[in-house]
């Protein structure tokens, strides 16, 4: 009986692999194969969720636990989840998220949290919830967990503090980076058109201007890390990877989205600063590197996943020659080992450090080239790209990280942006057009959709 049943089974699979050949590329019959297969892929993981973190922030499949970011939940995983749930049409899965984060999440928690990590993730991801599901309990929660960390920037200079306590308002952390003083211009600017209080984006608003005025006016750069009680730089590297990604990005998408002319001016100065002297021109490709933020002097010739993201940006500013060009890049690093590792040198493409976080920025400045161009090979390397995580990253009771993207060595651990972010842009580049419209709205940082609902 067994044996008939392996016979059986290879039989199907061997019928599924011959006919999903014989369907042909980019046809309509393909898109839907694929967004059924990132469809179970991503209820696989939520299904490990469920299975072994149920009510923490995140799952270790391999170990069956889960783990939490403080010393107490804030369901990172159900929040960031919620708005890639509804994109992919997920009633059930829809119905069980939301039932744990009203009946569970509570921001009234004395511990002491980073206010750039919860406001695009937690408060991104409730905003844009209650815009897709219209919910009012998903506002209330995000404008209870905005009130409570306004105290961040009751700093001298206006940029925010790294850190606060839920509970009691305390702030720590005076050295902070670009990236956490204006990541959350959207979240905050959200907050305010969806509960008519101005307050939100005007403060956010004063840090991200802090930050544009203290810039080098030679290179037109912002550096790694400043203080924000002194104004002064600490660290004057200047890239578009990490700590300074999401300033230059919320510049360009907060002119987009609520049409801050201010915003736009300052997006203008800050591109051509990165097109003078970030961009190069190497024998392995085109890239961002590294440098002195006032010389403008080249530092390193160092390229990451996160820096990937300014892909989508080009694409967003009309850019789409650079972009191209980037892409070209950006997808070499992905498939030389089969995923991308977190940071190359891009001089000779020598990884720098190994692992795959199952990071998306790559994955989403490819899909916004395939969506402004309709150019087919962005579609097959979104293909690729999904197939690369499936082979790589699928385990037996959900997916996980890659230690080192040379051996493909397991990293037992699983981050709530593959739900918000990976898997959402893998799902895009097959959903059917009734199921979203990147003309409709902006993307947060962490790929949740806000639209603009005011006149």
């Not at 500013?317 to 060009?325: G, Q, S």
């Not at 080239?369 to 150019?375: A, G, M, P, S, V």
């Amino acid at each position: 009986m067994k044996s008939r049943l392996i016979i059986f089974i290879i039989a199907s699979l061997s019928f599924v692999s011959i006919h999903a050949k014989e369907v042909k590329s980019g046809s309509n019959a393909e898109k839907q194969i694929y967004a059924e297969r990132v469809k179970s892929a991503f209820k696989k993981a939520w299904h490990a969720y469920k299975e072994y973190a149920w009510g923490m922030d995140a799952v270790n499949p391999i170990s069956k636990t889960g783990h939490n970011w403080y010393s107490q939940p804030l369901l990172m995983t159900p929040v960031d989840a919620y708005s890639t749930m509804c994109i992919m049409n997920l009633q059930k899965e829809k119905n069980e998220a939301k039932e744990l984060i009203f009946e569970r999440l509570n921001f009234d928690k004395d511990m002491e949290i980073q206010q750039f990590e919860i406001a695009i993730r937690i408060m991104g991801g409730l905003l844009s919830a209650y815009q897709l599901d219209g919910d009012p309990r998903f506002l209330e929660l995000a404008e209870d967990l905005g009130k409570r960390m306004m105290p961040v920037f009751e700093s001298p200079t206006g940029m925010p503090y790294r850190l606060v306590n839920l509970h009691t308002g305390e702030v720590k952390g005076e050295i902070t980076n670009p990236c956490e003083v204006g990541s959350m211009l959207l979240e905050y600017g959200m907050l305010s058109k969806l509960t008519n209080n101005p307050e939100y984006y005007e403060k956010c608003k004063r840090g991200v201007k802090a930050v544009f005025e203290r810039r080098s006016l030679k290179t037109n750069l912002v550096g790694t890390n400043i203080n924000v009680e002194t104004g002064e730089w600490t660290n004057k590297d200047a890239h578009i990877s990490g700590c300074i990604d999401a300033y230059y990005e919320y510049l360009l998408k907060g002119w987009l989205l609520f049409g801050d002319k201010e915003l736009k001016e300052m997006w203008d100065v800050c591109k051509k600063g990165i097109a003078d002297y970030l961009a190069d021109e190497s024998e392995t490709g085109f890239w961002y590197g590294h440098a002195d933020m006032d010389s403008g002097e080249r530092t390193s010739t160092v390229f990451g996943a996160l820096d990937c993201f300014y892909g989508a940006v080009l694409c967003l500013d009309n850019d789409i020659a650079t972009a191209r060009k980037l892409q070209t890049s950006i997808n070499k690093m992905w498939t030389m080992h089969g995923l991308e590792p977190e940071m190359i040198d891009y001089t000779h493409i020598d990884i720098l450090a190994p692992y795959y976080m199952a990071r998306p920025e790559a994955i989403e400045a490819n899909y916004y080239l395939w969506h402004f161009t309709n150019d087919k090979q962005y579609y097959e390397m979104g293909k690729t790209m999904f197939e690369s995580i499936e082979r790589n990253c699928q385990v037996d009771n959900g997916y996980v990280q890659i230690k080192d993207v040379r051996t493909m060595d397991k990293w037992d651990t699983l981050e709530s942006f593959f739900f918000a972010e990976t898997m959402k842009y893998c799902y895009l580049y097959f959903a059917p057009k009734k199921a979203f419209n990147l003309d409709k709205c902006i993307l947060n940082t962490e790929a949740h959709p806000f639209f603009r609902t005011w006149k």
